[in-house]
């Protein structure tokens, strides 16, 4: 199979390394950027003769659907407001698509194209990242072990081994997609029903071995995702968290109070600033980047089974690979959706059209994946 990898960031790199290196079925890899030389710098790290490097421009829609054409599966590594016309262009090329989402309106966007899609005969999967992503098979995965569901809770961080002051945490991924997390608010399911609560809020404690036994995590949003809709009529209550290292919530949720995660421009001495755009910007300037990181991810469910009480909870701890160097977040957030296109080119997910993956991806063949990958779950009952 003949695989499209669009962007070539951190992501894209760790996308296109899984493809080459754990993937046999796949034959060809593209790694596109609008930047030609960052994917030529993709390809030379990643050492594989089955990479290619293509310059393209993910807003000319012609270009793209013709970099398209002739590839089993796209991956979407760029940043998520691409990713409504990047879908509608892999629907024209008769490509399957997914993409690492965080944006809720988008995914609905996207997933508005079902029609079209099933028409192409081609799937359209959204926020195959980590969270939402990899959390929304395992939801599936561990919901199908009860006879009755009552609720799941998912919590997630990507984190430094060694945080460092001023917020304990260093860009893993895509700032707009961070700063999107903390000011939008979260969906969840609370007795039976939908609302929304605020991000950054209902800080709790929990803990993980040593040397992360004392943890938070908060409301924020987009780590749901579909799964509101898809588990609404199931059960009575679920949510998601992020995990940060204690106090940064507090520290953020201070910014945003200050506006500066505000996306209004404002006069500034004649200048027109836009506060988010800054504070990205400066994020970016302080915060550590690229130093061993750590994913914690756990799901914990309650119902029933065998007609009596039954709790299950999946625990996930990733790190810093050395031997790759791929960093913990890349392959809990590339390695899925590499899975997750493979499907897709197999023609093994259990529907086409524009679906979400935890409706359509097969959940034990998903984890078999990532076992295989050494992404391992500890079950605890």
Known sequence: MKILVLGAGRMGLGAAYDLAHNSPDV???TVADLDAERARSVVSAVRSDKLTPAAVDVNDHAQTVALMRGHDAVISCVT???????????????????????????????????????A?????????????????????????????LEAIHIR??????????????QIVFSVEGLINEYVERARVIRGGQIVEVESL????????????????????????????????????ELDYKTIRYPGHCEQFKLLVELGLAAS???????????????????????????????????????????????????????????????????????FPASIVAQMMARGETTERGARPQELVVPPDDFVAALAARDIHISEHQ
């Open 264 to 334: 209004e421009e404002i006069d500034l001495d004649g200048t027109r600033v836009r506060p988010r755009r800054l504070l990205g910007e400066m994020l970016t300037r302080h915060l550590p980047a690229d130093e061993p990181d750590v994913v914690l991810v756990r799901l914990a469910f309650r119902g029933r089974k065998d007609g009596r009480d039954a709790r299950l909870r999946y625990d996930i701890i990733d790190r810093f690979d050395e031997r790759t160097g791929l960093s913990a977040m890349m392959r809990t957030t590339a």
């Open 120 to 148: 192409a005969g081609v799937n359209i999967i959204p926020d195959c990242g980590l969270a939402p992503g990899m959390v929304s098979v395992l939801a599936a995965h561990g919901a199908a072990r009860f006879d009755e």
């Open 80 to 118: 998520y407001f691409h990713n409504l016309q990047l879908a509608r262009a892999a629907i024209e090329a008769r490509a399957n698509f997914c993409d690492l989402g965080g944006n809720n309106a988008v995914v609905a966007s996207e997933l508005a194209l079902d029609a079209e899609a099933q």
């Open 156 to 169: 997630v961080g990507g984190l430094p081994q060694q945080p460092r002051p001023p917020l304990n945490y």
């Open 27 to 29: 034959a060809a890899v």
């Open 201 to 236: 809020s209902e800080i709790e404690a929990l803990s993980f071995p040593a040397p992360f036994e004392r943890m938070e995590a908060f409301q924020t949003s987009g780590g749901t995702s579909t799964l509101p809709d898809t588990f609404q009529g199931r059960l009575l």
